[in-house]
């Protein structure tokens, strides 16, 4: 089981520095070569994913992106479809995160509630703006991303393997500084009721 997950760990961190590999891969091999292994990646993904009892229906959006970009690649020779990779999986966790919204839990809530699994009103509300944020962020990122498939290959993995993950975590810190506001906000507001409380009674 060990041995699974340590696979799964290795494979996340090969697809977080995809487009690093495919600049430093095109150097050496063709883009068809490249594509062949972005699409045994993700099989091997969700073969790791289904042993481990991880839930498949993410994983399955990864296989699609990939299949979807290498397949592109193979039919055409070109390095496009590779460099649409990133662009698609900001399309599927758009859709993903996206329809979250409209067959709740959102997905932020699900992740909180890995955490706490008892959340007041107002931390679900609050994941659900945070979910539409992540949202927007993905509207943003795939657009920015797309405009750099047709950049030289230096600008195109510089944005989507080093630019974005910045943004990514400059979004992750002020959302965690914020939630800190909002649950210093929401204790006040609960002594400042239950002093009332107590001086009413």
């Not at 399955?60 to 070109?78: D, H, N, P, Q, R």
């Not at 479809?81 to 995160?97: D, H, Q, R, S």
């Not at 959302?175 to 002594?191: D, M, S």
Request: hydrophobic share 55%.
């Amino acid at each position: 089981m060990h041995g699974r997950r340590l696979i799964a760990i290795v494979l996340g961190i090969l697809l977080v520095l995809y487009p690093l590999l495919v600049y430093v891969g095109l150097q050496q091999f063709g883009p068809r070569i490249l594509a062949c292994i972005l699409v045994t990646a993700a099989f091997s993904r969700l073969v790791v994913s289904k042993f481990t009892h991880q839930p498949m229906s993410n994983v399955v959006w990864l296989l699609l992106a990939a299949v979807i970009a290498g397949g592109l690649t193979l039919l055409t020779g070109s390095v496009i479809g590779l460099k649409f990779y990133p662009v698609i999986v900001n399309v599927a966790l758009l859709g993903i995160f996206g329809a979250s919204l409209y067959r709740p839990p959102s997905m932020i809530e699900r992740f909180a509630r890995l955490q706490t699994s008892d959340l007041p009103v107002q931390a679900i509300a609050y994941t659900r703006k945070v979910t539409w944020v992540w949202c927007g962020f993905f509207v943003f990122n795939g657009i920015l991303g797309g405009a750099t498939v047709f950049a030289s290959d230096k600008i195109w993995a510089l944005y989507n393997g080093l630019i974005s993950y910045i943004l990514i975590g400059l979004l992750l810190a002020g959302e965690y500084l914020i939630r800190l506001r909002v649950q210093r906000k929401h204790v006040q507001e609960e002594q400042l009721l239950e002093h009332k409380l107590v001086r009413d009674d």
